[in-house]
């Protein structure tokens, strides 16, 4: 069984930087981040494959969010540079066996954490 544990997010300041961790993955799985606006539905903010070097961004965050993993930890992060307070969300982790932005394919999911931006 695969248990996914989040942990970075928080309150920041438009303009702040956060950074999310995912543990409990491995090699073997693509990983992403989802969030989930308040009032809104859950899109893809950022995708990583198996061995890190193929990636994908939403275009709201291209620029300012970096995806990255570190295959020794089974950590995935996600780098939140310049926030603005439409990042504001709940943010989900997730890891499956395929490199897709659609959530119904990845069987394993964290348990979200809140981001808030605000001045």
């Known amino acids: 069984q695969v248990q996914l544990v989040e942990s970075g997010g928080g309150l920041v300041q438009p303009g702040g930087s956060l950074r999310l961790s995912c543990t409990g993955t491995d090699s073997t799985f693509a990983m992403s981040w989802f969030r989930q606006p308040p009032g809104k539905e859950r899109e893809v903010v950022a995708v990583?494959?198996?061995?890190?070097?193929?990636?994908y961004y939403a275009h709201s965050v291209r620029g300012r969010f970096t995806i990255t993993r570190t295959t020794a930890e089974s950590t995935v992060y996600l780098q939140m540079n310049n926030l603005h307070p439409e990042d504001t969300a709940v943010y989900y982790c997730a890891a499956g066996d395929v490199f897709t932005i659609i959530p119904g394919s990845y069987p394993y999911w964290g348990q979200g954490t809140q981001v808030t931006v605000s001045s």
């Open positions: 990583i494959n198996r061995s890190g070097d193929t990636f």
